[in-house]
């Protein structure tokens, strides 16, 4: 082998899969490795460490190598400092910068390894000095001056930070990382305890893992969450009011046991219309009969609304008086009801922007600690981008696809409860508020 380099991993490599991962990507792509130590944790609770060489024909391949070994929680023996460069222009970034996963990172600035804040995938890593950090983080693209090659960090004033930023709040000058040099890793260990909180929390789908159990195990997860005030976003569809699950949440609301709500202008809707109407995108939720004119429901309820100037004044002035918007505005739970390009109305309080609702979406998902998504691909998907892989995801549909999906977009720390949603959270809420 022409190119040699190598690489380090520790944690808990072996139960978690990593270092099989590691030994496949190195093979799978033409290379070869040489393990140079490798300390076994004795027991559960210690942590086992890996040196390795990894070799290739050429350097290309190597590099290719070690990409893949980055993305898995391998780092480089020899770090170096990180390469910044400036941005040429707004939304415009350095060709090679580094691109983020959704695990948490450290960059290696002046010699010192800073922790990246607000980590989520598919994003730049952009370095700044605390005296602009504070503008920074309004949206300012006032930040120091890099040089021909850079910044040298030893002539900066001053704390530095790292944070990501998505491609379209770039601002010219500022200081992208490129490049996996002076980069760190560290995708999360799997629960040491199976019987803790979150021990249930071992990934993957299944339709034939016991459901009351399950629903248990996420019902004392709340309730720990809880008693930590800790934050549990929940992301919901349309198919939770269908199925009768509406007034159930609404009761985890009132109780203080979910803390945001993501979602859209149909759940919101139809939410809505089974308070004035007692229908469900036009069926009657008792009778499960369409009543006479019952599909001009959605459109009469989003009418009224918007009459009232939002759903906050329809629940002031009385027009909303249950469910679970209603519950949102009484227990002053924030909501971010993200817009699309099928949307009746919508209601005013629906984002229409794109850009704006994906902001709005990532601000909930940076402080929620807890994730229950409920029967909807598209915000579950739109919610999951946002989201550090340390975050705890739990997401329920009656659809396995729409689990392997999520997991295929990156968040591989979700697990998935195959179930009827109408069946999940009544029973959800009912072992929630017992205990």
């Not at 602009?132 to 004033?157: K, L, P, R, W």
């Not at 040491?192 to 979150?198: I, K, Q, V, Y």
């Not at 696809?401 to 697990?415: C, F, K, N, P, Y």
Request: glycine share 10%.
């Amino acid at each position: 082998m022409n190119a040699t380099r190598t690489v380090e991993l520790d944690g808990h490599i072996i139960d978690s899969g990593t270092m099989q991962r590691a030994f496949g990507i190195v093979m799978d792509l033409g290379g070869t490795f040489e393990i140079e130590t490798f300390d076994v944790g004795r027991h559960k609770d210690e942590t086992s460490y890996c040196r390795m060489e990894v070799g290739a024909d050429d350097e290309e391949t190597l590099r290719e190598i070690l990409h893949e070994l980055h993305q898995n929680g391998a780092n480089l023996t020899d770090p170096v400092d990180a390469r910044v460069e400036p941005a040429p222009a707004d939304q415009v970034v350095p060709a090679g910068f580094y691109s983020t996963t959704n695990h948490p990172t450290e960059i290696r600035y002046d010699g010192e390894w800073i922790p990246v804040e607000h980590i989520e995938m598919d994003c730049a890593i952009v370095v700044e000095q605390s005296s602009t950090s504070n503008q920074n983080s309004e949206g300012s693209g006032d930040v120091v001056e890099a040089g021909d090659d850079g910044v040298d960090a030893s002539d900066a004033a001053g704390d530095v930070r790292a944070r990501t930023k998505v491609l379209n709040a770039i601002r010219e000058g500022d200081l992208v990382v490129t490049d996996e040099a002076g980069i760190r890793v560290k995708p999360p260990d799997r629960p040491r305890d199976a019987s803790g909180p979150f021990g249930f929390m071992q990934g993957g789908v299944s339709a034939e893992r016991p459901s009351e159990s399950l629903i248990d195990d996420i019902a004392d997860a709340l309730v720990a969450a809880d008693e930590r005030g800790e934050s549990v976003l929940v992301v919901a569809g349309p198919a939770v009011i269908h199925a009768g699950g509406g007034d159930d949440l609404a009761r985890l609301i009132r109780a203080g046991y979910v803390d945001m709500l993501s979602a859209g202008n149909g759940f919101a809707t139809h939410d809505i219309e089974r308070g004035l109407y007692g229908t469900s995108l036009g069926m009657d939720m008792e009778t499960m009969e369409h009543p006479r004119k019952g599909h001009k429901h959605h459109i009469y309820t989003i009418s009224e609304v918007i009459r009232a100037g939002g759903i906050e004044p329809a629940v002031e002035k009385g027009l909303v008086t249950e469910g679970v918007m209603y519950e949102c505005v009484e227990n002053d739970v924030p909501y971010v009801l993200a817009g699309s390009i099928r949307d009746d109305g919508p209601l005013p309080d629906t984002i229409t922007d794109a850009v704006e609702a994906q902001e709005a979406i990532r601000e909930q998902a940076r402080e929620a600690d807890i994730v229950l998504m409920l029967s909807t691909l598209l915000h579950s998907v739109a919610v999951g981008n946002c989201l550090a892989s340390t975050t705890k995801v739990v997401c329920v549909d009656i659809n396995p696809a729409t689990v392997t999906q999520l997991l295929d977009r990156g968040s591989s720390q979700a697990i998935g409860m195959v179930t009827d949603i109408g069946t999940f959270v009544p029973m959800l809420a009912d072992a929630v508020i017992e205990r």
